[in-house]
């Protein structure tokens, strides 16, 4: 252990060694940039662009460009970055964390990196932890970076589309983790490459990096909407509509347990939901209900593939144990679709329509760096997770603040006495004091105390962060006490008031141990910031929490024997080593659950990626897409032909010509005898010449290229996300049900890997099928050849809620008074107003 502990010290300190090196060469150029006048000084910007641009890397820029922002920060802001913030900035621009501490300047310290590696010309994301903290140092910074000739954006919730564009389009974006994560999933959900916001993923600093990659990467970012009632109505609608179906209006394909209307019972649909044409694209939507319809009326059946409980739910049945599956649904729609046969309640749901994690999310980055006071601790997740080292900078003055053995206390009240006690006694003499509790309820109680024992405070619990900010800044007047939760006013420097240095400086309490050592280091870094004096003192119980769940028996056992007197106090190098100990087993819990989510995430990761990716090049196509959508007819045709192929040969032949008549070709243009007699081979060679045929018939009803290109991209991307938001779906799902084949010796990480794999090909077969489907399907309206591509966009992507109730809501505010029913309805649908609006007035 010594020997390792030796290494790392070592290798510190080499690495401070060759930080001083290079930081001396930025020092170096301090006199010529002090010699410059402002305008010289400014116009450095674009020669380093231009250098950067004729082959010079951002290393080689680095001593330079370095200087340059110290002598614009101590002529803007009045600051001049010490040698320790130049080594910070040098860690940072290298993609890694730079542990420095409290009252050292991290926020000047990243301008540096940021300015360097925003001549690049790719975007710098800086992130912080709350949006007050954006526009706190987008505006105190911001004026730096503007004078050297650099763009800032700040980028927020509040903002629209526009904004958010123009934010992420500045050198220099300044934004919270959370608020970068959901746009770029937003970003992958759009249909127009005019909706996106953000650019490619350059380079991110991350402000309180332990905090935003460590203590929040168990929670994913979900972009989730409910299942309204309007879907649930279309459910209903559905399987009312396939109940009064006729046996030879549908046609059902029993080796791959698939069910297609046939014409007429098309004919029936069109009549039934009171439209033009049922494959129109805008019916995608609707298509997909009737098929869980179909197959939850005349393919799934009761008692056998489920059951109706006593609580009127639909319990699926294992067909391997013949028992009930508490708690799993079908997925795609058909669980719901067999609620609404089954005349149950369709079950409220939020459906996830993207998700991600935050170790995902900034891995993505091409460089990726941190600042934080506390991330030694999380040395190896930083670097297992996201290839980031922890370098220590010194401090700029030595750090003189007394940290105080933990006290121990038999109980929770005696522990609190001794707290108030102590407040008391120091605000009496006119010494500040930061109480740090881990929970709000913990700063209600000691409030309550105080006001008791006449002491005034403040209270904090990190719900106004601007307020927050504002009373930690004062924390550290004479006489004044604020009792706050550990993690309120990150990022916020407390300066001491006049003759508060002579009082000792700033005393920080801790009222128990947080499970995490980091947080508790944070805590006591409040106090002593550059080489002020200061204090430190932690308060425990053995009922607090974190001792309840890991401290040691033998503790225990000695306070047991001291149970007669409940202000009794220890003091112990044993005690504080167990309390560590116990610290250090809830780090490796709660980093194994990050890992796990992590391990599960990049299952999704791997698929999010293909889809994001595809998703992109039909938003951004400028071409005709027809190679790709004839390649999905052509895979869909192989797929079912090889399925059939498995039976019977005649019996293949009816399953393959009731696939062409339902989804490839018109129901009287081919029979049985156009595929006798064929291989398998042949007929899907025959099967694809006449798809090809109906595909470039259906294409040449769209006036233009642009028409067409549009109607392909609107196709593909409402079939693509449809089927995606549903396998999200099932992926979380399958989840929660592998979690119990761990009980099988099976390891559930396998299992949903192996699982989501199937799932995914699955999935993208269903892609391509309803995109064939649709294509063959669809009926062009003359209407459609005199529409631009927006309009036909707008046409296309229609929701079918336009064909359910709630359409009155829309009505009042469109002008029905001069509509004839036959001409176009007023809404822009492209259908008649009889078939439209029309119908509900």
């Not at 294992?318 to 795609?332: A, C, H, N, V």
């Not at 706050?484 to 300066?495: P, S």
């Not at 003759?499 to 947080?514: K, Y």
């Not at 980093?591 to 995430?601: E, I, P, S």
Request: hydrophobic share 35%.
């Amino acid at each position: 252990m010594a020997n390792i502990l030796r290494t790392i010290i070592e290798n510190d300190k080499g690495e401070i060694k060759k930080l001083e090196k290079i930081a001396k060469k930025v020092e170096a150029y301090a006199d010529e940039m002090a010699d410059l006048s402002d305008a010289q000084l400014q116009a450095k910007t674009e020669e380093f662009k231009d250098r950067y641009q004729f082959g010079e890397t951002l290393d080689d820029l680095l001593p330079e460009a370095f200087a340059v922002v110290r002598e614009g920060a101590k002529r803007v802001l009045g600051l001049f970055p010490y040698r320790v913030q130049i080594m910070g900035g040098i860690v940072l621009h290298h993609g890694d964390v730079p542990e420095m501490r409290t009252g050292e300047g991290k926020t000047l310290t990243a301008t540096m990196p940021v300015y360097l590696n925003a001549l690049a010309g790719e975007g710098v994301h800086v992130i912080t932890v709350n949006e007050y903290l954006s526009e706190r140092d987008a505006t105190e910074m911001g004026e730096l970076y503007s004078w050297l000739g650099l763009s800032v954006g700040i980028n927020l919730a509040s903002k629209s589309t526009l904004e958010k564009r123009e934010a992420y389009n500045c050198d220099i974006t300044y934004s919270t983790n959370s608020e970068i994560g959901f746009d770029y999933l937003r970003d992958n959900m759009v249909r127009r490459r005019e909706d996106m916001v953000q650019r490619p993923l350059n380079f991110a600093l991350v402000d309180e990096v332990d905090s935003v990659l460590i203590d929040e990467a168990r929670t994913p970012l979900i972009v989730s909407g409910p299942v309204s009632s309007e879907t649930s109505q279309l459910y209903y609608r559905a399987d009312r509509f396939v109940k009064t179906l006729d046996r030879d209006d549908y046609a059902i394909d029993v080796p791959t347990k698939t069910i297609g209307l046939l014409d007429s019972g098309i004919d029936k649909a069109e009549e039934f939901f009171n439209l033009n044409n049922l494959y129109d694209i805008e019916n995608v939507a609707l298509t997909h209900y009737i098929d869980n319809a179909l197959r939850a009326n005349y393919i799934m059946l009761l008692d056998i593939d489920y059951v109706v409980s006593e609580k009127k739910e639909i319990l699926i049945v294992d067909q391997f144990t013949g028992r009930t599956m508490e708690g799993r649904r079908f997925s795609d729609g058909l669980h719901q679709a067999i609620e609404a046969k089954e005349d149950v309640p369709i079950q409220d749901e939020s459906k996830t329509s993207a998700s991600i994690t935050y170790q995902n999310m900034f891995r993505m980055y091409k460089k990726l760096a941190g600042m934080t006071g506390t991330g030694k601790t999380e040395e190896e997740e930083f670097r297992e997770i996201y290839n980031m080292r922890i370098i220590p900078i010194p401090t700029n003055r030595p750090v003189q603040r007394i940290d105080h053995s933990d006290l121990l206390y038999p109980t929770l009240e005696a522990k609190f006495r001794a707290v108030v006690k102590d407040i008391k006694e120091r605000h009496e003499k006119g010494q500040p004091v930061l109480v740090g509790t881990v929970a709000v309820e913990t700063s209600d109680y000691i409030s309550k105390q105080l006001v008791a024992e006449g002491v005034p405070h403040e209270v904090l619990n990190a719900k106004n962060h601007a307020k927050e900010a504002q009373i930690i800044m004062n924390a550290g007047q004479r006489g004044a006490v604020t009792i706050a939760t550990n993690m309120a006013g990150r990022g916020t420097d407390i300066k001491l008031g006049a003759g508060v240095l002579d009082l000792g400086g700033l005393c920080v309490i801790g009222t128990e141990r947080h499970e995490s050592r980091r947080i508790d280091n944070q805590l006591r870094g409040r106090a002593g910031r550059q080489g002020d004096p200061g204090e430190s003192q932690f308060y425990l119980s053995l009922e607090d929490d974190l001792m309840r769940r890991f401290g040691s028996d033998r503790i225990k056992v000695f306070l047991d024997r001291l149970s007669g007197d409940e202000d009794i106090v220890i003091k112990s190098r044993m005690f504080t080593s167990q309390v560590e100990s116990a610290q250090k087993r809830v780090e490796g819990n709660n980093y194994d659950t990050r890992k796990q989510v992590l391990q599960y995430d990049d299952v999704m990761r791997e698929q999010r990626e293909i889809i994001y990716a595809n998703r992109y090049e039909v938003i951004t196509a400028i071409r005709d897409l027809e190679p790709e959508i004839s390649a999905m007819i052509e895979r869909t045709i192989d797929r079912v032909v090889d399925n059939h192929s498995r039976s019977d040969y005649d019996e293949a032949l009816e399953g393959i010509l009731t696939f062409a008549r339902n989804n490839l070709v018109a129901e009287d243009s081919i029979s049985l005898s156009d595929l006798e007699d064929l291989s398998f081979d042949e007929i899907k060679d025959e099967l694809l010449e006449r798809a090809m045929k109906v595909y470039h018939n259906q294409i040449s009803k769209l006036p233009n290229e642009d028409a067409v290109i549009e109607f392909q991209k609107v196709l593909i991307l409402m079939v693509v996300d449809n089927h995606w938001t549903d396998h999200i779906d099932s992926l979380d799902q399958l989840r929660q049900a592998v979690g119990l084949r761990g009980y099988a010796q099976n390891n559930p990480i396998v299992e949903y890997q192996s699982e989501a794999f199937r799932m995914f090909n699955d999935m993208v077969s269903s892609i391509e099928f309803e995109v064939t489907r649709t294509m063959m399907k669809a009926q062009i309206h003359q209407q459609e050849r005199e529409k631009s591509p927006e309009q036909v966009r707008t046409t296309a992507t229609q929701n079918i809620a336009a064909q359910t109730p709630g359409q009155e809501e829309v009505a009042e505010k469109l002008d029905f008074s001069n509509v004839g029913r036959n001409d176009a309805c007023p809404c822009g649908s492209g259908k008649k107003f009889k078939n439209c609006h029309g119908k509900h007035l």
